[in-house]
Nanobody, 124 residues
Framework: QLQLVESGGGLVQPGGSLRLACAAS????????IGWFRQAPGKEREGVSY????????GYADSVKGRFTISRDNTKDTVYLQMNNLKPEDTADYYC?????????????????WGQGTQVTVSS
């Protein structure tokens, strides 16, 4: 079964950038839609962005539109989330998740495979 591992989190100042990576193994990665989700302390997990299995379709939460960009490299079995102009409210644990097939959704319940998360802290 597909396994996902996130990396790239860390501490960054407001206005800074980070690039998260979601690396896949043990599965046909190119058949999976990948979503990024985040959970801030004391808050429910929310959808951030998704990219379809072949990369042709992407979507973003309103809170990150224009600042975050999702992409994938199926030759490297990796999805990236480029995060620019970070704000303190972006502080959260970020998770990638996989869903077999091409979908356009950030509904969490449709994603069956989840990584362990990477922490992002935006603070001066």
């Amino acid at each position: 079964q597909l396994q996902l591992v996130e990396s790239g989190g860390g501490l960054v100042q407001p206005g800074g950038s980070l690039r998260l990576a979601c690396a896949a193994s043990k599965g046909p990665f190119h058949y999976y839609t990948i979503g990024w989700f985040r959970q801030a302390p004391g808050k429910e997990r929310e959808g951030v962005s998704y990219i379809s299995s072949e990369g042709g379709m992407t979507g973003y939460a309103d809170s990150v539109k224009g600042r975050f960009t999702i992409s994938r490299d199926n030759t490297k079995d990796t999805v990236y989330l480029q995060m620019n102009n970070l704000k303190p409210e972006d502080t959260a644990d970020y998770y990638c998740a996989g869903r077999f097939g091409s979908v356009q959704s950030l509904r969490q319940f449709i994603y069956s495979i989840w990584g362990q998360g990477t922490q992002v802290t935006v603070s001066s």
